[in-house]
């Protein structure tokens, strides 16, 4: 019995080496390669917003007290 207990151990013991071994190799090979320098970018000083219309007070408003909203979508 002493000796099967010893080869379930070293039969384990090989598959756990073995899987942990192409774990990493399979690893390594599946991330893509590092970047090669730096990208140059030119950013804007400030972002292209559109803007929205501002409607005209009516003559019965009292305090300026308007509520306007304006939809803006993604071309």
């Known amino acids: 019995m002493g000796a099967v207990w010893r080869w379930g151990v070293g039969i384990w013991t090989a598959v756990v080496i073995i899987g942990g071994g192409l774990t990493l190799w399979l690893r390594e090979e599946i991330e893509p ?43």
């Open 33 to 75: 390669p590092p970047p090669v320098g730096w990208e140059r970018t030119d950013p804007s000083a400030t972002p292209h917003l559109p803007r929205c219309p501002v409607p005209e007070l009516p003559p019965d408003v009292e305090d300026g007290t308007v509520a306007t909203s304006c939809i803006l979508t993604a071309d």
